[in-house]
């Protein structure tokens, strides 16, 4: 059954507060109507599409990456608390995919977690020394890729280690264990 116009729009306004993430599609799905209504809904409303929604958030969450510059980090970077921790959303573009099968090129993957890894640090120079990485299940083009970091240690020789997981959806399909070198010592925690 569908809801009223008035009802369904402000429950669109208060499930997009609760995640400036979800897709257009995802939002059809859940109110059970037209991609297009959901549009006509968030114009009429004024709320901006998915891209800019992610960049919004961004600017709120971000710390200042110190270590790459922002075309270097792949994928779109939503939260970064250097030293702590860092989330970014990557979409699986069939540039990023075999053409054959519409598979995510493995190389992609490990990018976006590693660039994840890169970017945590807090200092000017940070170098991956070490990378033990397993890919659970094939991305898809269309997919989108949600990589989360934590820095798990701070090593007394300058070092850190960092966990990255990415899903899509609840689903894990990668998980890595990064060690990453800093150049300065002294300001590891």
């Keep these: 059954m569908r809801v009223p116009k008035k009802e369904r729009q402000t429950e669109l306004q208060h499930t ?15 109110f059970n109507v037209s991609i297009q209504t959901i549009r006509l809904d968030r114009m009429e409303m004024k709320i901006p599409e998915l891209r800019e929604r992610i ?11 110190r270590t ?3 075309n270097e980090v ?4 939503i939260d970064l608390k250097l030293d702590t ?31 994840l890894a890169i970017a945590l640090i807090d200092d000017e120079l940070a ?11 094939s991305v898809h083009v269309g997919e989108r890729v949600v990589a989360k970091a934590f820095v798990s240690s701070h090593r007394q ?21 990064f ?8 300001e590891s925690k």
């Design 55 to 65: 960049k919004h958030v961004a600017t709120e969450r971000l710390d200042d990456v």
């Design 85 to 115: 921790s860092a989330i970014s959303i990557l979409e699986i573009l069939p540039e990023h995919a075999f053409s054959r099968n519409a598979i995510a090129r493995g190389h992609i993957l490990f990018a976006q977690a590693n660039s």
């Design 74 to 77: 792949i994928g779109d970077m």
């Design 16 to 30: 997009i507060e609760q995640n400036p993430f979800i897709t257009d599609e995802a939002l059809a799905t859940h």
């Design 127 to 137: 170098l991956t020394t070490k990378a033990n990485v397993q890919f659970t299940r």
């Design 157 to 177: 020789d300058g070092r850190s280690d960092i966990n990255v997981e990415s899903f899509v959806g609840d689903e894990c399909v990668f998980i890595g264990e």
């Design 68 to 70: 790459l510059t922002e």
């Design 179 to 186: 060690t990453v070198y800093r150049s300065s010592k002294e």
